[in-house]
C-alpha cells in the first residue's frame, strides 16, 4: 500500500517561493490501477517523482508498504527504488543499445545482475511479455514510439517491481496505439498484481484502464474515488472542468425532462449504422443527441457524446447495459 500524507512541495524560484503540492493525502491500495488526473501545471508529475523520492517533499510523507521512504539512506533509497520504478512521455530509451540491451541495463546496474546469459535470457522474457521479441537486436530509432514505450515498459519490469509510475506515458502517442499500450498495462497488472499509478491529462486514458482516479487542481485534491463515480457525478469545479470541458455548451444542450448518459467511446470499431441508431432499432429506445464530439481513426472511434432519454428508469437502464455491451464503449447516467 503506498500512502501519501499531507505532502507539500515548493520551490524557490527568483520570483518567491511557488507551492506545486499542498498538503495532498492519498491512499494507493495494492494491486490498484490508479489515475492521477489535472490540467497543465496541476503538479501531477511533482506528485508522482515524491513517490520515489526523485523530488523531496518539502513537509508530510510517502509510506509504501510500511516505509517512510524520506528515511532511507541514498543506498536503502536505491534498493528501493528497484520495486517502484517508472516509465516516461519521452520513453528515455539508451539509443546507442539495441532493445535487448537496454532492458538488461537496469539488471546490469542494479546489483542483482546474473551471468550476461541470465540477463539475456530475462530481457527476452520481457520483450516476449510487451510483444516485441522480434525486435531485440532492433535499435531504438528503427522503432515507432509505441513499440519505443513497450521497450520502456519491459526495462522497467526488469527487476520485478512492485510499483510501476507513469508520467504522461501515452502523451506522445495516437490515439490507437495508446489504447495498445493501456491494454498491456492492464494485462501485466492482472498478471502480476503490479499497483500502476498513471499521470495523464487524458480523461479518456482514465476511463479506459484506471479503478480510481485523483483529480488534482492548483496543487490540492479536488476529489477522489472511483473512477465511474467521479465521472458520472463530478462535483467539485476542477472535475467539471475535466469531464466537461465544453461545459456552457453541453448545458444548454441538455433537454429539461430528460435523463443523460454520457457515452465515451474508446476505440470502438466504427460501422456504417450508428450505435445509437442500432440501439433504436433493436431496444426499441429513443435517444436525443445533446452533444458529440468524436472522430474516426483506424476504423475505430474515439471521443464522448451525451444522448438524452426521455422514457424512464427502465429504458435508461436497458440503454446503458445496451451500449457498455459494445467493444470499446463506456456508458453512464450523468448529471448536471
Known amino acids: 500500500m503506498i500512502e501519501i500524507k499531507n505532502l507539500s512541495k515548493s520551490y524557490h524560484t527568483a520570483d518567491g517561493d511557488v507551492e506545486a503540492l499542498r498538503s495532498v493525502s492519498l491512499t494507493i491500495p ?4 490508479f489515475g492521477i488526473i489535472g490540467m497543465s501545471g496541476a503538479g501531477k508529475s511533482t506528485l508522482v517523482r515524491t513517490i520515489n523520492m526523485l523530488e523531496r517533499p518539502t513537509d508530510g510523507s510517502v509510506v509504501v508498504d510500511g516505509v517512510d521512504m524520506s528515511t532511507l539512506s541514498d543506498a536503502e533509497l536505491r534498493k528501493k527504488r528497484r520495486e517502484i520504478t517508472m516509465i516516461f512521455q519521452g520513453f528515455n530509451l539508451l539509443m546507442q543499445r539495441n532493445c535487448l540491451e537496454n532492458v538488461c541495463f537496469p539488471l546490469k546496474i542494479s ?5 550476461k546469459k541470465w540477463r539475456e535470457k530475462r530481457a527476452m522474457e520481457l520483450l516476449e511479455t510487451v510483444g516485441l521479441a522480434d525486435k531485440a537486436k532492433a535499435y531504438p530509432a528503427q522503432l515507432s514510439g509505441g513499440q519505443q514505450q513497450r521497450v520502456a515498459i519491459a526495462r522497467a519490469l526488469a527487476t520485478n517491481p512492485k510499483v510501476l509510475l507513469c508520467d504522461e506515458a501515452t502523451s506522445a502517442l495516437d490515439p490507437t496505439t495508446t489504447a495498445s499500450i493501456l491494454d498491456l498495462i492492464r494485462s501485466i497488472n492482472e498478471k502480476t498484481g503490479i499497483t500502476v499509478i498513471i499521470i495523464t491529462h487524458q480523461m479518456s ?7 480510481h482516479v485523483a483529480i488534482l487542481d492548483g496543487g490540492v485534491i479536488a476529489e477522489t474515488g472511483e473512477v465511474g463515480e467521479i465521472f458520472s457525478y463530478p462535483t467539485t469545479a476542477a ?3 475535466l469531464v466537461f470541458p465544453e461545459g456552457d455548451v453541453i448545458a444548454a444542450s441538455v433537454v429539461p425532462g430528460e435523463r443523460t448518459i454520457r457515452v465515451v467511446f474508446n476505440g470502438s470499431e466504427a460501422t456504417s449504422t450508428p450505435l445509437i441508431a442500432h440501439m433504436a432499432v433493436e431496444e426499441g429506445i429513443e435517444a436525443n443527441i445533446a452533444y458529440a464530439s468524436t472522430r474516426t481513426l483506424d476504423g475505430r472511434e474515439y471521443g464522448s457524446m451525451l444522448l438524452g432519454i426521455r422514457d424512464g ?3 435508461l437502464r436497458r440503454a446503458i447495459d445496451y451500449l457498455n455491451a459494445a467493444d470499446g464503449v463506456m456508458a453512464g447516467e450523468v448529471k448536471f
Do not use: F
Open 205 to 211: 486514458v482514465v476511463e479506459s484502464v484506471c479503478r
Open 30 to 33: 495494492d494491486g490498484d490501477i
Open 239 to 241: 472535475a467539471k472542468r
Open 313 to 315: 428508469e427502465e429504458a
Open 111 to 115: 546489483g542483482l545482475a546474473g551471468e
